[in-house]
């Protein structure tokens, strides 16, 4: 008998983007534990599963900064080094936690409660404003499924999945074929509202190009077409009054209509009121025909990190437990005001590279006091940091639990294990527990 050299996980769920595909095969190679090959994931999910295998950017040991070196360390060193560092801070930060599952967050919320820290998740940075709106005026949506059972109309507004979620188009909203809409694509119509022609407006029936800036002023423009109010200008942001009214009379036609909107909504001009209005929009909309509305959440589980974050603490994000309780304050807690104003003297980075997409003046903050990042790779945040804890990477070579972008729980698969000496997220979090409860003498 041929002896098999690996094997086939099935049904796993792609730990990349919101989006949590599950239906990639992965087959392993049984012996040396690398990814050989992947089945339906898109590029970008397929190059995660790649990444995991040993390379020369890839952690397999802890390391300490000594002389100005990384240099291989036993666990036991780098964790006292860790609960060191923390414990000697007087503002800590703890951020990241959107690329890791639930079970590992919530080990960072007791962490951050420990140490009277701040804690906050990379919503701060996304969709930070998203989750105000919906604080203040709720939020009409629903799940994927429903979608793509049930929309003949799907409006996507400052984001591009042709990039982003790649996959999203084909399971969920443009090409896939619903219960109730078993045309696929010809069932629906699709319109895409972004200042830039992206490659998802090049596929869609309709592409409105709004100004840079001005969402808010067209949206309620939208909102005043439907009441019927007559807007005196001859365009709104950038776009004819005519091709509004057309756009209008689009959506009031159509059965069930989705928007699905990006950061080129929440992280324009206006911010949480861009969503505010959006929302208020989508409701209203349900006087004339059934309409939702749904974030594209980018980090594969950044919605989890919001539940989790919220159900422990009452916040989503950008938390400060200085005074011992969590205060929520986005703006005044969130990691990059935080680091601009030079509050932070320590930071521990789980699962994100903030010094990639921080805004200069934070990262050359955060560089200039002990930095901790519990990171699979070499990244500029790492890269930087006194302190490297290698993780098993969720959902590849750990289980776990992730929020879809629609806030499904979905249980991660684990496919193979993990090079070296590395631990996962939780097992980590809870070793930094253990040290620093030992050292405060709890
Ligand atoms: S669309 Fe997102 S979740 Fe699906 S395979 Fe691509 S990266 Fe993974």
Redesign the pocket.
């Known amino acids: 008998m041929v002896e098999r050299k690996f094997k086939t996980v099935y049904d796993v769920i ?1 730990p ?6 599950d239906d ?1 095969e992965v087959d392993v190679n049984i012996g040396s534990q690398e990814v050989i090959e992947i089945r ?3 590029q ?3 190059a ?1 599963f790649y990444s995991s295998n040993p390379s020369k950017h890839r952690y397999e040991k802890p390391l300490v900064r000594k002389d100005g070196e990384l240099v291989e360390v036993s666990w036991d060193e780098a964790i006292d080094k860790t609960a060191d560092i923390l414990v000697n801070a007087t503002r800590p930060l703890l951020y990241g936690f959107s690329s890791t599952e639930c079970e590992a967050q919530g080990k960072g919320v007791e962490l951050a409660e420990i140490l009277g820290s701040i804690l906050d998740n990379t919503a701060s940075v996304c969709h930070g404003p998203t989750l105000l709106a919906e604080q203040d005026v709720g939020v009409p949506s629903s799940t994927l499924g429903e979608y793509k059972n049930r929309a003949d109309l799907v409006i996507f507004w400052g984001s591009n999945p042709v990039h982003a ?4 188009l084909g ?1 969920y909203s443009e090409f896939v074929r619903g219960y109730f809409k078993k045309d696929g694509r010809n069932d629906r119509f699709v319109v895409v509202i972004d200042p830039r022609n992206t490659h998802t407006a090049q596929i869609a029936d309709l592409y409105i190009q709004v100004n840079p800036n001005e969402d808010y002023e067209l949206i309620n423009g939208i909102r005043a077409l439907l009441r019927g109010v007559e807007p005196d200008e001859e365009e709104i942001a950038g776009v004819p009054l005519e091709d509004i009214k057309k756009l209008v009379e689009i959506i009031k036609g159509c059965n069930y209509g989705v928007i699905f909107f990006g950061m080129g909504l929440t992280q324009s001009l206006a911010h949480h009121r861009n969503i505010d209005t959006a929302i208020c929009l989508t409701r209203e909309l349900n006087d004339h025909t059934k309409f939702l509305i749904t974030p594209m959440r980018g980090h ?1 589980n950044v919605s989890g990190a919001n539940t989790v974050f919220t159900w422990n603490t009452g916040y989503a994000y950008s938390i400060d437990f200085s005074r011992g309780y969590p205060r929520y304050n986005p703006g005044e807690f969130s990691s990059v005001d935080l680091l601009m104003r030079d509050e932070i003297d320590a930071s521990l980075i789980v699962a994100s590279d903030p010094a990639s997409n921080f805004p200069a003046e934070s990262v050359k903050n955060m560089f200039k006091y002990p930095l901790i990042a519990i990171e699979p790779h070499e990244t500029p945040t790492s890269a930087f940091a006194d302190v490297v804890l290698p993780p098993a990477i969720a959902g590849i070579e750990c289980e776990g639990t992730a929020y879809r972008m629609d806030h499904v729980p979905l249980r991660l698969r684990k496919v193979k294990d993990a090079p070296g000496e590395c631990l996962t997220d939780l097992e980590i979090l809870e070793r930094i527990i253990e040290k620093v409860k030992e050292k405060i003498g709890e």
């Open positions: 792609c990349f983007c919101g989006t949590l595909c990639l339906n994931a898109c970008i999910g397929t995660k979620h790649p996959r999203h399971r594969y």
